[in-house]
């Protein structure tokens, strides 16, 4: 059985900088494709950014893109998400999954962690 367990929220400044981790169990780390998604209340959970499982071709939502950086450390079973130049319209619960294939569409990861609340103050 694959577990994900998150990490690394809380309370930021908009323009600041934060890294989430989100750590693996289940000895198939490597087969999969990572994803990052977020929710914030009362919206759907969105795409913020894919990798594929050899840490290539990161991908990125247009909101996020050339502020957020997503990268792996198969040898720690670790998928990150470096999140800089932070605004308050990044406050959401964010979740890491798996999937077979890097994709935006949440629809295809079959795996999911439960979430870290990041919440952007002005």
């Known amino acids: 059985q694959v577990q994900l367990v998150e990490s690394g929220g809380g309370l930021q400044q908009a323009g600041g900088s934060v890294r989430l981790s989100c750590v693996v169990s289940?000895?198939?780390?490597?087969?999969?494709?990572m994803g990052w998604f977020r929710q914030a209340p009362g919206k759907e959970r969105e795409f913020v950014a894919t990798?594929?499982?050899?840490?290539?071709?990161?991908y990125y939502a247009d909101s996020v893109k050339g502020r957020f950086t997503i990268s792996r450390d198969n040898a720690k079973n670790t998928v990150h998400l470096q999140m800089n130049t932070l605004k308050p319209e990044d406050t959401a619960v964010y979740y890491c999954?798996?999937?077979?294939?890097?994709?935006?569409?949440?629809?295809?990861?079959?795996?999911w962690g439960q979430g870290t609340q990041v919440t952007v103050s002005s």
């Open positions: 999954a798996t999937s077979e294939y890097a994709s935006p569409d949440r629809n295809l990861y079959d795996y």
């Open positions: 990798i594929n499982w050899s840490g290539g071709n990161p």
């Open positions: 289940g000895r198939a780390f490597r087969r999969y494709a």
